[in-house]
């Protein structure tokens, strides 16, 4: 029997539309096999029923037209509390089969609270940027194809013009005529001098999308030039690289839609966007989302745009709320028009149309101008940015394991004397250095030193673990399994599972010697 | 000007249909901007156009019923030589856009090259399992939910039954029933015992589904136990993820489809299944790739699953074909059908209609029998799994741990001088003592001693694996990461994973140095 927190259950709407000669109750359990066991019915063991482990139907509701709302329950531990495994707990096999659609989720604490959601939030993203009260402007550095000097003085223009967010065009990579550690430190550069021109605050978002390896790097890179956000599209790097980066960097993290769209274009298949673009990427970090605003280029609706800000900046456990982003060809006479859709707590992301005016720097200004009409600004007390050295300084423990330990009178650079045992035991005189695989190694073993003064002696004991004690300096004599032997540097000394041994020092010298024991072990016990 | 090869261009098969006043050749006017510069017609700079930055339409050609095949062609290096921008250049933006569909890619060499395909192909899998001839069998282990015993019990059936390919089925993550690393553990275990059964030599594909800090961690300890392949879900973990992994741990990668499902669904949006799951996939790692089989409970059609197989095997540049794997409830009658629909170099995957007989094992041999009545088998010379333990050099004699090694004149009693490698070598001048680790003892780690003359040095590689090295006499260099430093006596050096290192002599005296490493580990590489 499981705890009933890992019997928690989260709940899917499934809208399904039904256009074969299968009962709507078929197709309904069909998935509750297909998105868990996938086996055949009679394959699946009878105790999986009692465990919950299938997915299971909690309601069937028409909606007219052939489709229905289903509700389906799943074990929450079956997500692995990973946003891939979620996903494909969702939607992974289905996605292949016709007329599903995911039409809204029921996420329990246990489930939300494993993923964080936003680290900066609404909130967070405005301390950053030193405004409240109004909307939020958003601008992106294009076209693709400039020089990078060119490409930094738009970004350098928008600082000065007061922009609060300023984004790359999704597609700036890392293409040789604007290759991305010169292009970002430049635009960084740029918008520093724009922002202290203008007295804004304004943060930069450079795209991240290089591939497997490289992309972390990117992101260091750009932490190393003072970058506060990134701009991520998790369809494209993965699923769960923004939540990562985020707190990894301790960035502020813009999503973008690339290769979203084929969740949205059937609305009988896929999810909505309020599930996609608004509770799953808030859920997996997003502190801004951006979609295409109804009305423009693309097709979404204005009921789905209202439903994804809704999903986005709605309670949702413990999770901060996200801005909606509404992008896509807007100009800059729409502003009054997106306020009042979506209200004060959103980024408004304006591209072509600052870019076309002569001045870009005038045209932030106006766009600026537009926003602060919708809504009274707030200035904020700012939350100062952190450069990359300031927030690598303070490291409280080592988890990079250092390249050399220097020997020097039998210590070594960067490691304590420590005494041998913090509990109290039946040892004396003994005092113990940690020198590998406690300090960010991923190694089987550790590797220790040990030091017994004349008199001394370590504990007798045992346990299922084994020795391997290497001499250092000194002769000391080893006690075990009812013999004893000398140690002089350099013999190697092993001490069986449950061996009942011990190390003294008879001699009138230090005896120091190492011992490499497994990195897992179990405790020493008495004899 | 930009050199010829960064002038390169690939052509997209793009089908549009039209369903408004606009013309087709409004509609294809705006991909070539949609999918590059993204800002409208009038700010894109003069010389973008003569320097091929947008778009260009190649070709229209009517297809009938509101429909167009339409040729884009794209400047390769926009997609930056990365998966992630690839896709984003391909399909991003648009997706967000009905009627679009990828029907079909010609990429040029340039591109090709920058991406390497399969690492191990259909000719790299056969001689990992060392069968030719006919198509090869992959079973599932499901379902989700049981215990890890009985999991592996099922495992090694499949491979005692003599299955090619064994592959966790893909909702199997570290789910606290069957965590992943102990799960990975008892199958890979249990299917080297069913293979010694045998005489066959199945590969284990687990699943890698973990967050982005995860993933890599998983495949560590899935290669530290002997696994040599993984099951990737590209669009769970990341488009990229594949490719890396392959490349980085030597790894045969099976691709699963999870989530691609709607870029299926409307046959006038998304890409086709031989574009995503055949080319692009291809190109982006995969081995193998599954999908589901026309007439199963997914739904995609004859014509689909043949063109699908065509792009994984038909020549791709100096891409190595890979094998389709047609899936989704098959069962062992239709074996004769699939081998006539998709040929010899095809991976039938069986789940359900294998685990329902009583008997696994046998039920295993009958979809042998099955594999074998459609083609002759050849059995190849196989490429000897290198597990762990395998590669290491032969097993000692001696299997009672020493109590102790006395030392005297840098040897060890009761030890042996080796020469360091077996196989010819870029090494000189050095030889090895093996002291713990391979004599009956049970650590997790072994000891060895080198030493290496003056002008001696050991191979320059890398490996996963971790160094402690320890220093006993003279002096050495140890070089690695791209720097140097010396290792006198007690001096202690670590080299983390994949670190390429070579410890050197450059003194006049012998360099003697202890060197620590983990029990399981993987076998060297070239830099």
Redesign the interface.
Known sequence: MSSPA?RDRFHVHYQIRVRDQRSIEQHAA?ITI???????V????EE?FA?G?PGRVESIAPLGEERFDVVISYRC??A?F????L???L????????NIRITGLDLPHSLLDSFNGPLYGIEGIRRLVGIGGRPLACCAI?????QVEQLARIAGAYAAGGADLIKD???L?????HPFAERVARCQEAITRGNAASGNNAVYFPMV???????EQQVRTAVREGVRGVLV?P???????M???AR?YDLAVMAH??????????RD??MTPAVLLGSLFRLIGADVSIF?NAGG????SDEECVALSAALRSPLGELNPAFPCPAG?LHLGRVPELFARYGPDTVILV???V??RDDIESGTREFMDALRATAPEQRLAQQQPISACEWREPATTQTV???????SDYT?SGRDKESYKHETDDFKGIMRQE??GRFG?????D?RYFEIEPGGHSSLEKHLH?H?V???RGEGV?V??G?E?T????????V??LEVHQLQNRGGKPFGF?C?V???RDRPRKP
């Open positions: 890992v069909d297909e998105q868990t066991v996938e086996v055949p009679d394959v699946i063991p999986h465990n482990i531990d079956l692995d990973s946003v891939p495994q996903f494909n707990l939607y992974g096999n289905i996605s292949l089969k016709d294009k076209p693709l194809g400039l065009d999704h597609g990579g890392n293409q040789s005529f999308s290089g591939g497997y390896d490289i992309l599209g369809m494209l790097v993965g699923l769960d690289a939540r990562h980066l990894e839609p690339a290769l979203t769209g084929t969740f949205f274009h059937d298949h896929g295409p280029r693309f097709h979404f060809g591209g072509g149309d870019l076309r394991p250092s390249d050399l330990l220097r020997f070594w020198l590998t190694e991923e190694t089987a073993f590797l084994e391997v290497i001499g250092v080893m075990k399994g013999q032997f140690v002089a540097p350099n013999d190697i000394a092993y069986r599972p190492y490499i497994d990195h897992h």
